[in-house]
């Protein structure tokens, strides 16, 4: 039994030997390659990969490297470019045609990998460089052998797409109605280039077909992903505008250097990545946890300071606090330019919050924009609980709803104003630190935001927390949508004009202040 069983492993290892050495690069096929008329070349190059000889991409390498000479019987493979050539050796001469087909066959190689990664880079980089039919049998065997799903589907695609160009009616038709599955808007160009091209009513009304299917899919990946910004810069107004809620909502103070708060923000991260850059930076990655307290308390202490020093001698003089807090913005942002320069800053991303996750194949979301849509709620939630369920938080509500009546049962509604200020302010910070993922860092960063949150603030209800956030996520989304129909600029004036209207019919806003105010 162990004898009849040991025959059997040397016969089958005979095999494997002669199997691999029928399928070696022979030195007529390399010179095939290497010298001659391009489409013969082409068409060895091909012949050798369909038949999967031994050896062929690292000769493919070499000519693609320069390190392929002739001789008269023969193709020699040098090991460096600067090697010596034998005497009477020429040159091998590679127009770009020939060398898009060896990038093309090196690619296709790589389809037989063990390695998913690597056969997927190899599919990737098909699909830009692109096919001919002689390659076809090629792209079968590899179709034959994929294992992994999403990659047999691509490669299935590919050679549909291949196959859409084939003097055959039947095979063409084939390919239509494979494409008809597609989900790349690359296949998008190509069948209206087939369209346009198609000889034939029925292969024609086919690819009609297809293109329909795959722009109905495509229109649904545009619209989710318009949703998606729209929330992403939702999450941001939220951010900048639940700071602006609290102070404005509390104190009636329109405090124009909101968005310089949120710019000490985004600089308190810039400093905190440039300390781990510098003191840390085997825990760079980790920095942004350290920025976000870090943002709340810079932020935090400059709008304490400001509060006591000059927003509460004018408290109930409105225009004298947005005049006054103009200007405050106005020496924030010099002091800026003063220390960090008039350019912008540069605030790199961790490795966690960079690239994105593809849900369609014209969608992909990106980590840093979800990371912000996520903290924007873990924000919102914490400030939500502060107000409801702390005694800072009861004492807020007492002195918005009624300051007077607040005094009289012994709340010290000035300790009040400079908590909730400063409380305003630092979310304004870590607004700041949101924003420092996904936009550049200036002394300027505030302006784009400013008026956008009090508009948050004015059509969600002064002063409510649930109305700031529909509004802010409903003018997020309606932006957007209405930049894909009209323009960004005449998409900011219709969102304004539809603010003024409800404004006028709304005067309260989404949601009114319960209770009773002495100040109404």
Same mark, same amino acid.
């Given at each position: 039994?162990?004898?009849?069983?040991?025959?059997?492993?040397?016969?089958?290892?005979?095999?494997?030997?002669?199997?691999?050495?029928?399928?070696?690069?022979?030195?007529?096929?390399?010179?095939?390659?290497?010298?001659?008329?391009?489409?013969?070349?082409?068409?060895?190059?091909?012949?050798?990969?369909?038949?999967?000889?031994?050896?062929?991409?690292?000769?493919?390498?070499?000519?693609?490297?320069?390190?392929?000479? +002739?001789?008269?019987?023969?193709? /020699?493979?040098?090991?460096?470019?600067?090697?010596?050539?034998?005497?009477?050796?020429?040159?091998?001469?590679?127009?770009?045609?020939?060398?898009?087909?060896? @990038?093309?066959?090196?690619?296709?190689?790589?389809?037989?990998?063990?390695?998913?990664?690597?056969?997927?880079?190899?599919?990737?980089?098909?699909?830009? @460089?692109?096919?001919?039919?002689?390659?076809?049998?090629?792209?079968?065997?590899?179709?034959?052998?994929?294992?992994?799903?999403?990659?047999? @589907?691509? +490669?299935?695609?590919?050679?549909?797409?291949?196959?859409?160009?084939?003097?055959?009616?039947?095979?063409?038709?084939?390919?239509?109605?494979?494409?008809?599955?597609?989900?790349?808007?690359?296949?998008?160009?190509?069948?209206?280039?087939?369209?346009?091209?198609?000889?034939?009513?029925?292969?024609?009304?086919?690819?009609?077909?297809? #293109?329909?299917?795959?722009?109905?899919?495509?229109?649904?990946?545009?619209?989710?992903?318009?949703?998606?910004?729209?929330?992403?810069?939702?999450?941001?107004?939220?951010?900048?505008?639940?700071?602006?809620?609290?102070?404005?909502?509390?104190?009636?103070?329109?405090?124009? %250097?909101?968005?310089?708060?949120?710019?000490?923000?985004?600089?308190?991260?810039?400093?905190?990545?440039?300390?781990?850059?510098?003191? #840390?930076?085997?825990?760079?990655?980790?920095? /942004?946890?350290?920025?976000?307290?870090?943002?709340?308390?810079?932020?935090?202490?400059?709008?304490?300071?400001?509060?006591?020093? =000059?927003?509460?001698? +004018?408290?109930?003089?409105?225009?004298?606090?947005?005049?006054?807090?103009?200007?405050?913005?106005?020496? #924030?942002?010099?002091?800026?330019?003063?220390?960090?320069?008039? @350019?912008?800053?540069?605030?790199?991303?961790?490795?966690?919050?960079?690239?994105?996750?593809? =849900?369609?194949?014209?969608?992909?979301?990106?980590?840093?924009?979800?990371?912000?849509?996520?903290?924007?709620?873990?924000?919102?939630?914490?400030?939500?609980?502060?107000? %409801?369920?702390?005694? +800072?938080?009861?004492?807020?509500?007492?002195?918005?709803?009624?300051?007077?009546?607040?005094?009289?049962?012994?709340?010290?509604?000035?300790?009040?104003?400079?908590?909730?200020?400063?409380?305003?302010?630092?979310?304004?910070?870590?607004?700041?630190?949101?924003?420092?993922?996904?936009?550049?860092?200036?002394?300027? #960063?505030?302006?784009?935001?400013?008026?956008?949150?009090?508009?948050? =603030?004015?059509?969600?209800?002064?002063?409510?927390?649930?109305?700031? /956030?529909? %509004?802010?996520?409903?003018?997020? /989304?309606?932006?957007?949508?209405?930049?894909?129909?009209?323009?960004?600029?005449?998409?900011?004036?219709?969102?304004?004009?539809?603010?003024?209207?409800?404004?006028?019919?709304?005067?309260?806003?989404?949601?009114?202040?319960?209770?009773?105010?002495?100040?109404?």
């Amino acid at each position: 039994m162990i004898q009849r069983l040991l025959l059997k492993a040397g016969a089958w290892l005979l095999l494997v030997i002669l199997s691999s050495q029928a399928h070696a690069l022979t030195p007529d096929q390399s010179r095939a390659i290497a010298a001659g008329e391009t489409d013969e070349r082409i068409a060895a190059l091909n012949a050798a990969a369909a038949r999967g000889d031994a050896e062929l991409a690292a000769f493919v390498q070499a000519l693609l490297d320069d390190r392929v000479k +002739l001789l008269a019987d023969r193709a /020699v493979v040098l090991a460096a470019a600067d090697q010596p050539a034998p005497d009477g050796a020429e040159d091998v001469v590679n127009n770009n045609r020939m060398r898009g087909a060896l @990038q093309a066959a090196l690619a296709a190689l790589k389809l037989f990998s063990p390695d998913p990664a690597a056969r997927r880079a190899a599919v990737a980089e098909l699909g830009k @460089q692109g096919l001919d039919e002689s390659q076809l049998p090629l792209l079968d065997k590899a179709l034959a052998q994929e294992s992994d799903a999403a990659l047999k @589907q691509q +490669l299935g695609l590919l050679r549909a797409a291949l196959v859409v160009a084939s003097p055959d009616k039947s095979r063409r038709l084939e390919a239509a109605q494979q494409l008809a599955d597609a989900s790349d808007p690359a296949v998008k160009s190509l069948l209206v280039e087939r369209i346009a091209a198609e000889p034939d009513a029925e292969v024609k009304s086919a690819l009609k077909q297809a #293109l329909a299917a795959l722009d109905g899919r495509l229109a649904w990946g545009e619209r989710l992903g318009l949703v998606f910004t729209g929330l992403s810069l939702g999450s941001i107004l939220l951010l900048v505008a639940l700071g602006l809620a609290i102070t404005y909502g509390l104190m009636g103070v329109i405090n124009m %250097a909101h968005g310089e708060l949120m710019m000490i923000g985004a600089y308190a991260t810039y400093l905190v990545q440039n300390a781990f850059r510098a003191w #840390l930076p085997g825990g760079f990655d980790y920095y /942004v946890l350290l920025a976000i307290p870090a943002s709340f308390l810079a932020a935090a202490l400059v709008g304490a300071v400001l509060e006591r020093s =000059v927003i509460r001698w +004018l408290y109930g003089r409105p225009l004298e606090t947005l005049l006054a807090t103009w200007g405050i913005s106005l020496v #924030l942002m010099q002091a800026v330019r003063s220390l960090f320069g008039a @350019q912008n800053v540069p605030v790199e991303n961790p490795a966690w919050l960079s690239g994105g996750v593809a =849900v369609m194949s014209n969608l992909t979301l990106p980590f840093n924009r979800i990371a912000i849509i996520v903290f924007a709620f873990a924000v919102l939630g914490g400030v939500a609980l502060l107000i %409801a369920k702390t005694r +800072l938080g009861l004492f807020v509500r007492g002195v918005t709803q009624n300051r007077r009546m607040a005094a009289c049962m012994g709340v010290n509604t000035a300790r009040i104003d400079c908590y909730a200020f400063s409380l305003g302010a630092g979310i304004a910070g870590l607004a700041g630190c949101a924003l420092s993922q996904v936009g550049n860092v200036g002394p300027d #960063l505030g302006q784009s935001y400013i008026v956008d949150s009090f508009m948050v =603030v004015v059509l969600g209800g002064v002063g409510q927390l649930a109305g700031t /956030v529909i %509004a802010a996520l409903g003018l997020g /989304v309606l932006n957007k949508l209405l930049e894909g129909v009209a323009g960004a600029v005449l998409a900011k004036i219709m969102v304004l004009i539809f603010i003024v209207v409800f404004i006028q019919k709304r005067p309260q806003g989404l949601f009114a202040m319960k209770g009773r105010s002495a100040e109404a």
